[in-house]
């Protein structure tokens, strides 16, 4: 069965810096875009970042470009976003996700998600 399981997240300053990762397993991660989003308190998930199949193109939230990086290692099925100059705006939870076929139909799936609090 499809499992993306997030990891990283933490307690961190605004000013700082995190990476999350998010690892696939029951599906052939290597042959399909992710994306991370994120959930603030009291607000609707939003998308963060794309990152297509190979890793040549990515696309980025406009409040999170130039300070947040999407990457991943297909040998390894993994997904990260390197998280820079983070603001308190940017507590949430991040969660990974892809849509993962399976026979005719495809699936959107997530993760569990992992907590981001961003505070002095």
């Known amino acids: 069965q499809v499992q993306l399981v997030e990891s990283g997240g933490g307690l961190v300053q605004p000013g700082g810096s995190l990476r999350v990762s998010c690892t696939g397993t029951g599906f052939t991660f290597s042959i399909y875009d992710m994306r991370w989003y994120r959930q603030a308190p009291g607000k609707e998930r939003e998308l963060v970042a794309f990152?297509?199949?190979?890793?040549?193109?990515?696309n980025y939230a406009d409040s999170v470009k130039g300070r947040f990086t999407i990457s991943r290692d297909n040998a390894k099925n993994t997904v990260y976003l390197q998280m820079n100059s983070l603001k308190p705006e940017g507590t949430a939870v991040y969660y990974c996700?892809?849509?993962?076929?399976?026979?005719?139909?495809?699936?959107?799936?997530w993760g569990q998600g992992t907590q981001v609090p961003v505070s002095s």
């Open positions: 990152i297509t199949s190979g890793g040549r193109t990515t």
């Open positions: 996700n892809a849509d993962v076929d399976f026979g005719n139909s495809r699936q959107n799936c």
